[in-house]
T-cell receptor, first 114, second 111 residues
Framework: DVKVTQSSRYLVKRTGEKVFLECVQDMDHENMFWYRQDPGLGLRLIYFSYDVKMKEKGDIPEGYSVSREKKERFSLILESASTNQTSMYLC?????????????FGDGTRLSIL | SQQGEEDPQALSIQEGENATMNCSYKTSINNLQWYRQNSGRGLVHLILIRSNEREKHSGRLRVTLDTSKKSSSLLITASRAADTASYFCATDAGAGNMLTFGGGTRLMVKP
């Protein structure tokens, strides 16, 4: 089974802090994704990556950056955390080849910015 | 942008009944996927239907796709209390496996 592991289930940080959310997958997937999930808004794509050192903006990249130095790890960075970034953050991965690939999700990090 | 819209937003049924959730989307797709999310957890992939398929089954799940109406439905038969969760449709337009998710349907199955 694919395992996508997010480093923290719950995280509390202060406004202005630099916040790192880490995600690791163990199935050699090329694609990795970061979403945020808010009530009534579903999942919104922040950033995704097709390969090491590659990144593409999703629908809501403002206030975020990402890093993919190794294939298995995809980090989401909040450069200067703000209260409107309080949310559930979900990481996912998928294989690139063949199309028709499901995404595999971690259990999420519930981030509160005070 | 939110491509898929689920209907209803919330559904409450008794154990043993069938649950039907609908999804509408706006643009052409490569495939459509359904996911389930238990409270406080990540999403789990349930079923994928390709754009050239009209119906697909997996256990108690039945998915239909009507590309002319840009809509899909998920039917869960003989529901169980353990089916209580949120269900999301997601569309894949073929651009590098990027998915666009709808807002989800919250299903409650009462024992």
């Amino acid at each position: 089974d694919v395992k996508v592991t997010q480093s923290s289930r719950y995280l509390v940080k202060r406004t202005g802090e630099k916040v790192f959310l880490e995600c690791v997958q163990d199935m050699d997937h090329e694609n990795m994704f970061w979403y945020r999930q808010d009530p009534g808004l579903g999942l919104r794509l922040i950033y995704f990556s097709y390969d090491v050192k590659m990144k593409e903006k999703g629908d809501i990249p403002e206030g975020y950056s990402v890093s993919r130095e190794k294939k298995e790890r995809f980090s989401l960075i909040l450069e200067s955390a703000s209260t409107n970034q309080t949310s559930m953050y979900l990481c996912a991965s998928s294989k690139r080849t063949g199309g028709y690939q499901p995404q595999h999700f971690g259990d999420g990090t519930r981030l509160s910015i005070l | 942008s939110q491509q898929g819209e689920e209907d209803p937003q919330a559904l409450s049924i008794q154990e043993g009944e069938n649950a039907t959730m609908n999804c509408s989307y706006k643009t052409s797709i490569n495939n459509l996927q359904w996911y389930r999310q238990n409270s406080g957890r990540g999403l789990v992939h349930l079923i994928l239907i390709r754009s050239n398929e009209r119906e697909k089954h997996s256990g108690r799940l039945r998915v239909t796709l009507d590309t002319s109406k840009k809509s899909s439905s998920l039917l869960i038969t003989a529901s169980r209390a353990a089916d209580t969760a949120s269900y999301f449709c997601a569309t894949d337009a073929g651009a590098g496996n990027m998915l666009t998710f709808g807002g989800g349907t919250r299903l409650m199955v009462k024992p």
